[in-house]
């Protein structure tokens, strides 16, 4: 099979793949550069191609890895090694969060209605507050996911009552 006649047949299958990719990403740049890419993949891999298989698997086949392969690598890239002595960077937002606090706030008054709450609602919400993801906290606290996000749901619910008066 020619390029031209590869080419004309994977481009057959282009509204499926946009189609797909809208679904993946969400949005239209990121769908169209997602399309794009899997057909360089696949023309640039079209001697991996076995005539008589099904094309259009072998596409989305090529299209989920590419998705995967780009969030996990976007995912990396958000990742920060702080090598300083004490670990001056991370402990850094530390301090401006208490920085950040108003003078004339009452954190007694505040930490008590906190305390008040139920020790499962709090310890989950301040993991997410110190910056955990949902999946981080499901797996140290051993908890299912939806019960990670409904703890801290109810948590914030929790505190808005509490502090109501407060406002």
Request: net charge positive.
């Amino acid at each position: 099979m020619s390029k031209s006649e590869f080419g004309i047949m994977i481009l057959s299958h282009k509204s499926f793949l946009h189609n797909l990719a809208m679904k993946l990403t969400k949005s239209v740049e990121d769908s169209n550069d997602l399309l794009q890419e899997t057909f360089f993949k696949a023309i640039k891999n079209k001697d991996k191609f076995q005539e008589g298989t099904n094309i259009k698997g072998w596409l989305y086949t090529i299209m989920k890895n590419t998705f995967i392969n780009a969030y996990r690598k976007k995912k990396n890239q958000n990742t920060f090694v702080d090598e300083t002595d004490n670990k001056y960077f991370l402990n850094l937002n530390e301090a401006e969060k208490d920085a950040k606090t108003d003078s004339s706030v009452d954190h007694e008054y505040i930490m008590k209605q906190i305390n008040s709450i139920e020790k499962t609602y709090v310890e989950t919400f301040m993991m997410y507050y110190n910056g955990y993801k949902y999946e981080e906290i499901s797996e140290i606290l051993g908890i299912p996911l939806g019960t990670v996000k409904s703890r801290i749901f109810l948590a914030r619910r929790k505190m808005m009552d509490k502090l109501k008066s407060y406002r």
